[in-house]
């Protein structure tokens, strides 16, 4: 196993400020501490330049920080605000607030321009708004279509469902499913909907955030290592499937880099 690469701490604001070699040490002085202002560094060299630099170095943090954009669509003043305390004061006792964080400055105003509808059940706040481009390449994903997605905790409880890309209302869903795993889940998930949009007859397009699984279905094979007997065979049905079944439907990658998670998500990132 790898060593641990060292960090250095940099406490500018606590009980005894100062750089620290272990966490342990630089967290009892911020602890509680009202206005704690600290940061972690990869070199002792780092480390003392910051403690003697100060307002350079909040400066570069500030720089490289992301801005989080947040939208109140429904609140004492609705609007966009980067300010978290700003937008907190606009929905804190208000009745029924409706707001959103977004990672994109376009992809929040575009989300406040048209409303929440569009916005519910999905996190946004790591997308980004996209270059001309990316805008080009990726575009914006196509609304009717099929959306899936599985979850899995660390105990292997693994579940997965398929949504209406356009409103999240569920198709199908599945589980929960002992021993499994993501890839697994995300695998069926696919199959599950090709099938059923086989049955229903309809051609729509199906999003997956899986590489994994979409190179499985591609080769009709899942690359699993699962030992559950009731999950193996659920795959080893769904890779039936795939090899005695044709179909039309395009599996395509959601790009939840720009599009925020997919409309199937569970929503426990």
């Excluded at 604001?13 to 704690?36: L, S, V």
């Excluded at 999240?168 to 890839?183: A, E, L, M, P, W």
């Excluded at 190179?215 to 659920?234: F, G, M, T, Y």
Aim: proline residues 4%.
């Amino acid at each position: 196993m790898a060593k641990k690469k060292p960090k250095f701490y940099v406490v500018w604001k606590g009980r005894n400020p100062g750089i620290f070699k272990k966490w342990n040490e630089a967290k009892r002085q911020i602890d509680g501490y009202t206005g704690a202002d600290y940061k972690s560094y990869e070199s002792m060299k780092e480390a003392e330049w910051a403690w003697n630099n100060y307002e350079f170095a909040k400066e570069k943090i500030k720089e490289n920080k992301k801005t989080i954009y947040y939208v109140v669509w429904a609140g004492y003043k609705p609007g966009i605000y980067t300010d978290w305390d700003l937008a907190k004061a606009q929905i804190e006792g208000f009745n029924r607030p409706q707001y959103k964080s977004f990672g994109g400055k376009e992809m929040a105003q575009k989300a406040f321009k048209e409303g929440p509808e569009n916005y519910k059940g999905r996190s946004f706040k790591k997308a980004q708004d996209m270059t001309p481009a990316e805008r080009a390449k990726f575009g914006e994903p196509n609304e009717f279509s099929i959306s899936v997605d599985a979850a899995c905790n660390a105990k292997g409880d693994m579940e997965y469902r398929g949504v209406y890309t356009y409103s999240g209302d569920v198709i199908f869903k599945k589980g929960v499913y002992k021993n499994g795993s993501n890839n697994v889940g995300e695998f069926l998930a696919i199959v599950h909907a090709l099938a059923w949009a086989k049955n229903e007859k309809v051609n729509l397009p199906i999003y997956s955030d899986s590489k994994y699984a979409m190179a499985w279905v591609a080769k009709k094979k899942a690359n699993s290592k699962i030992e559950d007997q009731r999950l193996i065979k659920l795959v080893q049905r769904a890779e039936n499937w795939l090899k005695e079944n044709d179909y039309p439907n395009k599996i395509i990658k959601w790009q939840t880099k720009f599009w925020g998670e997919i409309p199937a998500d569970f929503g426990r990132k």
